[in-house]
């Protein structure tokens, strides 16, 4: 089965925001001092591979579909909300704190491209949710079939 348009579009849309968190993450001042940071790139860019071959892929297996949407819920999703939380505790602290690694301005900066981004990843997890045969479908195709039956039955 070809790939959903929606999906494409789903995928693009992650796709075109990706670089810009993974440039913002490389070119905070702390990044050298943070491991953490490149580890948080290196999923990135390995989540974007994941996009990548779905979405060249003629007719993606709903194995394969099924990977990007647990990766894309269960690794990339909590890593954006945890840097989104400390960005967020960053542009609280004062002017003197000694704490802070990024000047307020960039950490909510920041968090605009990762708040566009966040936005886009659960699109595509929505997108996702029905081509990989969820249960959600299962329920909703029984709900429409007993609706349609009801329609029947008052005839």
Known sequence: MPIDPKLTQSINQVLERL???VS?????????????FAADVSRLNAFKQQLLIVKDAPS???ALLT???STAKNTIQPLIESLISANVVIAKMGQLNTHRTIEP???IDHNANMALLQDAIQTLIVCLTPASGSETDDILSKQFDDWLLSLDNKN
């Not at 913002?24 to 953490?36: F, G, L, P, V």
């Open 24 to 36: 913002d993450i490389e070119q905070r001042k702390d990044y050298a001092k943070n491991t953490e």
């Open 60 to 62: 993606p297996s709903p």
């Open 67 to 69: 990977e990007l949407q």
């Open 105 to 107: 301005k960039d950490a």
């Open 19 to 21: 670089p810009v968190v």
